[in-house]
């Protein structure tokens, strides 16, 4: 079969070798051609854009980071929606929230095309060897359809529901692997001053009660990073488990309800993500939280030094997610400008743009994605604020508040060059390389 992946991140490749492995023709895509590198050398075709990708396949396979750059794949000029999808199947596997998947799949039907989702359970090493777990959402015909591919990827199969469940029970099955590292670390924590061995430590924990699954495959990993060691290769970095813990948090406040302990869960991963650890790997976590007496103290003020940090970081990201230019400003709580950067070939406006997402921030009390939601159902307000701010306000999301782990807030970031979304997940890079916590909404 003749099958499309867009999307080269671990996953995605590990999933793509496994297909050609299993006798599948590829053409893939990726934003940062380089990684196709070495499918292109096992026989796959490199494509210049998702849509070529759509063009040229009968089944593509999407697997992307997060919910804006799933978009970004879907929406726009050479893209998947650009192409004639007539009698073509999509197998979209990202970890987003339901209505993302809900919007794609009635934007694929419009185009001729099926859709279904297949949200995976597992990581790197399970994707390479065939045995993730597959949740699919989707119409029977359209997963019977899909199947036979998928058993080539996963040792186990579930079509759950209409699309958007499988979305759901994705999110499901990873809250409690993300708490459960958190509460080894605290566990790890308590007898720490045992001074055990921590390969005896973490087999006792495994063959309790209390022991999980992946302690089974991890625990190596575990012990070495509790006896000071990196815990390996990253499958499943920090921050992706904080950009999952997010979705859940959202998806829970869509429906009317909280997650209190996958709340708390997130901040203990935010403290690891400042102090530097969000691409370590989630068998990291356990051995961050045991030894975080030993960490330094958290900022308290937005330093020079600090606002540098935070540029320098927006813009790292910027570059490692290969976005367009990237302009960065940060603000002191009284709106005054500490730090500004930006990348070669900015847009001359962009940093009128950046420092009127923080400024709004500062203004409003809360993130600009908020005062974008706020402004769309109160228009006239926002004008008001317009004229009243002398225009220094911009109500789109990138600007984000800045606030020390006790809550105060000390300045807010805004950065200007890409999409919004995407401006908004670097600033929370940048916030959090520099230790502190970011506010996005109310």
């Not at 050479?78 to 970890?95: G, N, P, R, Y």
């Not at 921030?361 to 993130?367: A, K």
Request: aromatic letters at 6%; hydrophobic letters at 50%.
């Amino acid at each position: 079969m003749h099958i499309g992946m867009v999307g080269l991140g671990k996953m995605g490749t590990a999933m793509a070798e496994r297909l050609m492995e299993n006798g599948h023709t590829l053409t893939v895509w990726n934003r940062t051609a380089a990684k196709a590198d070495k499918l292109v050398a096992a026989g796959a075709t490199l494509a210049a854009s998702p849509f070529a990708v759509a063009q040229a396949v009968d089944v593509i396979i999407v697997i992307m980071f997060d919910g804006p750059a799933l978009q970004a794949v879907f929406h726009g000029a050479d893209t998947i929606l650009a192409a004639d999808l007539t009698s073509k199947l999509v197998i979209e596997m990202s970890t987003v929230r339901p209505e993302i998947e809900q919007e794609l799949a009635a934007a694929v039907a419009l185009r001729g095309g099926a859709f279904i989702e297949c949200p995976v359970g597992g990581t790197v090493g399970p994707a390479r060897a065939g045995k993730l777990i597959g949740l699919v959402g989707g119409s029977v015909p359209d997963y019977e359809r899909a199947k036979p591919l998928l058993t080539g990827l996963c040792r186990r199969v579930e079509h759950v529901g209409p699309v958007g469940a499988g979305a759901a029970m994705k999110l499901a099955i990873n809250l409690p692997l993300a708490v459960f590292w958190q509460a080894l670390g605290e566990a790890a924590s308590l007898v720490r001053h045992l001074g055990r061995d921590p390969a005896w430590l973490v087999e006792l924990f495994a063959d309790s009660s209390g022991g999980a699954n992946a302690l089974k495959v991890r625990g190596p990993a575990v012990a070495d990073a509790l006896g000071g060691g990196d815990g390996g290769a990253s499958n499943f970095a920090l921050d992706s488990i904080r950009k999952d813990l997010r979705t859940m948090l959202e998806e829970a406040r869509s429906q009317g309800f909280d997650l209190p302990v996958t709340a708390q869960a997130l901040t203990a991963y935010d403290q690891a993500s400042r102090a530097g650890m969000g691409q370590r790997d989630a068998a990291w976590m356990p051995a961050f939280w045991a030894s975080k007496a030993d960490a330094p103290a958290m900022p308290t003020r937005l330093t020079l030094e600090r606002a540098t940090i935070i540029c320098e970081s927006v813009l790292r990201r910027g570059r490692e997610l290969e976005l367009a230019p990237l302009t960065v400003a940060v603000l002191d709580a009284g709106g005054h400008l500490v730090a500004f950067q930006r990348e070669d070939n900015s847009g001359i406006m962009r940093y009128d743009i950046a420092f009127g997402k923080a400024y709004g921030s500062l203004g409003m009390g809360f993130g600009s994605r908020e005062f974008l939601a706020r402004a769309q159902g109160n228009p006239s307000f926002v004008g008001a604020l317009a004229v009243a701010s002398g225009g220094r306000m911009i109500p789109v999301p990138g600007g984000v508040l800045v606030k020390t782990e006790d809550g105060e807030i000390v300045g807010a970031v805004g950065v200007s060059g890409d999409t919004s979304d995407q401006d908004e997940v670097c600033v929370l890079a940048g916030i959090a390389a520099a230790g502190f916590v970011a506010q996005v909404a109310a």
